[in-house]
């Protein structure tokens, strides 16, 4: 499966800051998720982030707050922007592969937002 | 509305004491479900994919079995090493590869 990683894996902000995520792989993919997960809750949609198109978000999440660059096959970016303390969370990216519809996970971001 | 329901939501277990995790799911079409492991301070970390009735996929102590309304994972002979929140998704027939998550099952094995 393909190697993930995120940048950076923790950080702590201020209110009314912005943060970029950023989610490499190793192997070139077509599909690239963005999920988040609130404490203590399980993982939730943002977005569906294809190389070449608009990312596609979910109910309840707008691109003013959390716009997603995808540049390449191989990378991607979340911003949270504007960001108050209930947008702390865990940030996590995934892959599919080779249309198995699988999902791989990144190891996290970890934002505490004060 | 699309739904994962996990239970329990944690479960303490002694070392070598088989026990089952338990995943129903209300959608309105399963096109996959999904079993991940979580560790603490990292991401899900994929186990298994089930796509129809009577489906059984085994990896280690590990069994995850699928029905029409839910799936079971079940734990045979657990060692402490197998202590994780264990995470239960679907996939919807029609739609794009969105994942719906559950809760989630903490379990804890001791020695």
């Known amino acids: 499966s393909a190697v993930i990683s995120q940048k950076p894996s923790r950080d702590i902000c201020q209110r009314g800051t912005s943060l970029t995520i950023q989610c490499q792989v190793d192997?070139?993919?077509?599909?690239m998720f963005w999920y988040r997960q609130q404490p203590g809750q399980s993982l939730t949609l943002i977005a569906t982030?294809?190389?070449?198109?608009?990312?596609?978000?979910e109910s309840g999440f707008v691109i003013d707050k959390f716009p997603i660059s995808r540049p390449n096959l191989t990378f991607s970016t979340l911003t949270v922007s504007n960001m108050s303390p209930e947008d702390s969370s865990i940030y996590l990216c995934?892959?599919?592969?080779?249309?198995?519809?699988?999902?791989?996970f990144g190891p996290g971001t970890r934002l505490l937002v004060l | 509305e699309d739904q994962v329901t996990q239970s329990p939501e944690a479960l303490r277990l002694q070392e070598g004491e088989s026990s089952s995790l338990n995943c129903s799911y209300t959608?309105?079409?399963?096109?996959?479900l999904f079993w991940y492991r979580q560790d603490p301070g990292k991401g899900p970390e994929f186990l298994f994919t089930?796509?129809?009735a009577g489906e059984e996929k085994e990896k280690e102590r590990l069994k995850a079995t699928l029905t029409k309304k839910e799936s079971f994972l079940h734990i045979t002979a657990p060692k402490p090493e197998d202590s994780a929140t264990y995470l239960c998704?679907?996939?919807?027939?029609?739609?794009?590869?969105?994942?719906?998550f559950g809760a989630g099952t903490r379990l804890a094995v001791h020695p």
């Open positions: 995934s892959v599919e592969e080779g249309g198995l519809e699988t999902q791989y």
């Open positions: 192997s070139q993919v077509t599909m």
């Open positions: 982030a294809n190389q070449g198109s608009e990312a596609t978000y």
């Open positions: 959608v309105s079409g399963l096109r996959g």
């Open positions: 089930l796509y129809s």
């Open positions: 998704a679907a996939t919807i027939a029609g739609g794009y590869n969105k994942l719906i």
